[in-house]
């Protein structure tokens, strides 16, 4: 068992649900969140596009089998690839060691 944890703009959330929906995700939880970007320290690096500045933003929580997380991944990725903005689609994979 994996825990996804995906970001996105807000206005990507019909997209991220489509890519969850169509990758064999049964149930997943989603939070509305203010994304921010803090460049002080010099990292261009970032979940979020804009600096210094609040993004209404999406959380998502997927409990999914191992074999379907490349599945995701690839998605997201053909997604992005395809967005000419900065902002993209954030996913990141845990391992659930045990679980009730």
């Known amino acids: 068992m994996k825990l ?3 970001t996105a703009i807000r206005e990507f959330e019909k997209n991220v649900k489509d890519i969850l929906n169509h990758s064999g995700v049964k149930s997943f939880s989603y939070h509305y969140v203010k994304g921010y970007k803090n460049e002080s320290d010099g990292s ?3 979940w979020f596009g804009a600096s210094h500045t ?3 933003s999406v959380l998502f929580a997927v409990f999914i089998d191992e074999n379907f997380t490349e599945e995701v991944y690839r998605k997201v990725e053909f997604f992005n690839g ?3 903005s900065l902002s993209k689609i954030h996913v990141a994979t845990l391992n659930i060691e045990k679980s009730i």
Do not use: A, C
């Open 44 to 46: 261009s690096e970032n």
């Open 54 to 56: 609040e993004i209404d």
């Open 4 to 6: 996804l944890m995906i």
């Open 82 to 84: 395809k967005q000419k």
